[in-house]
């Protein structure tokens, strides 16, 4: 309730003081407006003057005329009262606001499938976070981008002095520092987006608790920043084809598809890891340490035709070993196309991105209270 002060001022002319307190205490006036101020609202509520009497000597000349004052002040006393008033005090409410449409912003409960629309109307960000990750990688390095060409070069170099060199092991008829580099590119692929995007959403928590936006864009985002560094090694592949006089075939043209499977693989682990991390912190410290463990157990460095025939099937679980096989089987034409591997690495990479989609999704929405 809003109250507006109204000042109205009398028009009339107001008696002497001494004749207006007889003239209201007897004007039947006075009672009706004090009935009417008993009014339910919308009433106007009045605040009369409070009655004073100044006693002034009067002039001689106006001693004459004191009769006639006197019947016109009883003449003004016999008139409404509402005359006299000083302060008008108005109640009144406010207009009703007009209904607004209210939105409530939140995320799907239960298992719900990816909204693919969303991530492409979002595509923005992605190209967004890929770059920021990118510029803080390589931000205030002397060298840049030339770290993601001496690490597994050196590695391969390393490699091939001592298990090629030195302990003499297989490369199935190619060149073992080639043979070295093309697992380490490979698998430079999964550990790096393990690496990055596990870590992804905990360390953006400022971005994840203050807007709205598909949260998987953030490890897929990190996964994708690693494409760049598996580019510029694709790069440096090239020369050292020609070095080693390798001739590309037909088959390097299945290439991107290895490649594509590797990636898939990496983005549905990152997926697990990342929605696991936010909760359980020991996924930070371990994660290292399983990186290495799993990269002894992958076919970087030695050939899996060392194994026995019965228990390769048993080692084609590890997916990375069907990635590597056909990525070297592509590159450097092998000798067979190893069929078990690769099957068993594409059925083990489709559950896995399906699986860390569905996990991600599930817990996506307590990612904002827990992180």
């Known amino acids: 309730m809003r109250r507006i002060p109204v000042n109205i001022r009398p028009s009339l002319w107001r008696p002497p003081a001494r004749a207006i307190p007889r003239a209201r205490a007897a004007s039947p006036h006075s009672q009706s407006l004090a009935a009417a101020s008993a009014l339910p609202p919308p009433a106007i509520r009045t605040q009369a003057p409070a009655a004073s009497l100044h006693v002034l000597p009067l002039h001689p000349t106006a001693r004459k005329r004191a009769p006639a004052l006197r019947t016109q002040a009883l003449r003004d006393a016999s008139r409404p009262p509402s005359l006299a008033m000083e302060h008008v005090t108005l109640e009144t409410s406010p207009p009703a606001a007009p209904p607004h449409p209210h939105y409530r912003i939140e995320p799907r409960s239960g298992w719900r499938a990816l909204n693919f629309a969303e991530l492409w109307q979002y595509r923005d960000l992605f190209t967004i976070l890929c770059m920021r990750d990118i510029r803080l990688r390589y931000k205030q390095t002397a060298l840049g981008i030339v770290w993601v060409i001496l690490q597994p070069l050196l590695t391969s170099l390393v490699s091939a002095i001592i298990f090629g060199f030195l302990a003499h092991l297989p490369s199935e008829g190619a060149p073992y520092m080639l043979f070295v580099f093309a697992g380490m590119l490979v698998w430079n692929l999964l550990a790096q987006s393990l690496q990055r995007g596990g870590i992804s959403l905990v360390a953006s928590s400022q971005l994840v608790s203050k807007v709205y936006f598909p949260r998987m864009l953030i490890p897929v985002a990190a996964t994708g920043a690693v494409m760049v560094d598996v580019g510029v090694s694709l790069v440096v592949l090239v020369p050292l084809m020609f070095y080693f006089h390798v001739t590309p075939s037909l088959q390097l043209l299945t290439l991107p598809l290895f490649l594509l499977l590797a990636l898939t693989l990496a983005v549905g682990l990152t997926l697990w890891i990342t929605a696991l991390n936010v909760f359980y912190r020991d996924f930070t410290y371990a994660l290292p340490f399983v990186v290495q463990l799993w990269m002894n ?55 896995a991105v399906i699986s860390g989609m569905l996990v991600f999704r599930r817990v996506e929405k307590t990612f904002a209270d827990v992180i």
């Open 297 to 351: 157990a992958s076919p970087i460095v030695y050939s899996d035709h060392l194994l026995p025939l019965h228990w390769r099937l048993i080692y084609a679980l590890n997916p990375m070993v069907g990635c590597i096989d056909g990525f070297r089987w592509a590159l450097l034409h092998t000798t067979t196309f190893p069929t078990t591997e690769v099957s068993m690495s594409v059925v083990l990479a489709i559950v």
